[in-house]
């Protein structure tokens, strides 16, 4: 537990305070990002990919830090060279441990673009164990989601420094789906701002079953009530015991099993079909 005193809580409040104030302009209209201030942000539309090399700690736990760097580098730096080729604001490209963040500006990027750079992705990290004989055994796993929103841009950083970083909830969303999908994943989101052709060709949707109770309405309601009620209720009120409470027997609730549509495994192999329809390798 850190013990305050008056000191320290005024140094922290201080430091606190100062860019608190930087940032009271909030949400600027009509500036672009190189016109923002200290603290100033301005909204805009992003396509989010995110690549991430799973499991690659646990991989290369035994290996030399060389070894490492190396990987490091030669996958994190190709993952940007293909983003950026399609599109990915490379102001705004981040390196997160062993992941690559992206965002694809939406006013100028076409989601077919986002979907080809998520699978040349996944081709760089199943390639990575052919770099040299120490990594020939070893088997590289991607994890990639594709997701759409509206982050914030804002300056920020200390010192006088204006990095221009993207931030938001979306990004939330990204780190929460990452945790618990595998190899590929376009959210619903991401997919709305596709066409139905590419939804049906590049996209495969995923559907969770959900248990719902069926209602029944105020007239079945009643009659139900009326047909559950025994002889020996009916006996008593027709002998004129009103008093005595009429129960209806219980009706166990009835359900029915509806598709939920949770999001979009990314097809592969139709996803590259169209990179050679298009001769993208030519």
């Not at 066409?195 to 105020?218: G, H, T």
Request: aromatic share 10%; proline share 4%.
């Amino acid at each position: 537990m850190i013990n305050y005193n008056k000191k320290s809580s005024n140094f922290i409040d201080l430091i606190l305070n100062k860019y608190y104030s930087e940032s009271t302009k909030g949400i600027i209209e009509g500036k672009y990002p190189s016109q923002l201030t200290r603290g100033e942000g301005i909204e805009s539309e992003y396509f989010i990919s995110k690549i991430d090399l799973s499991g690659s700690t646990l991989i290369l736990r035994n290996k030399k830090p060389s070894t490492y760097l190396k990987l490091a580098h030669a996958f994190l730096s190709s993952v940007d060279h293909i983003t950026r080729k399609f599109g990915a604001d490379g102001a705004q490209v981040e390196y997160s441990g062993d992941s690559v963040l992206s965002y694809f500006p939406v006013s100028k990027c076409d989601p077919i673009n986002v979907i080809c750079s998520a699978y040349l992705s996944r081709v760089i990290v199943l390639r990575l164990c052919n770099l040299d004989s120490t990594l020939n055994q070893l088997k590289f796993r991607s994890k990639i989601v594709l997701h759409f929103g509206k982050l914030i841009l804002s300056k920020i950083g200390p010192w006088g420094d204006g990095n221009l970083i993207a931030i938001g909830h979306p990004l939330h969303v990204v780190a929460k789906i990452e945790k618990s999908i595998d190899i590929g994943w376009a959210t619903i989101e991401f997919a709305k701002h596709t066409n139905s052709k590419i939804r049906l060709r590049m996209l495969k949707a995923q559907y969770l079953d959900k248990k719902v109770e069926i209602i029944p309405n105020i007239e079945t309601q009643i009659k139900d009530s009326i047909q559950s009620l025994t002889q020996q209720n009916i006996a008593s009120f027709l002998l004129g015991n009103i008093n005595r409470p009429i129960t209806p027997k219980p009706k166990e609730p009835q359900y029915r099993i509806e598709k939920e549509l949770i999001g979009y495994k990314l097809n592969w192999y139709n996803i590259n079909k169209y990179l050679h329809e298009i001769n993208f390798y030519d």
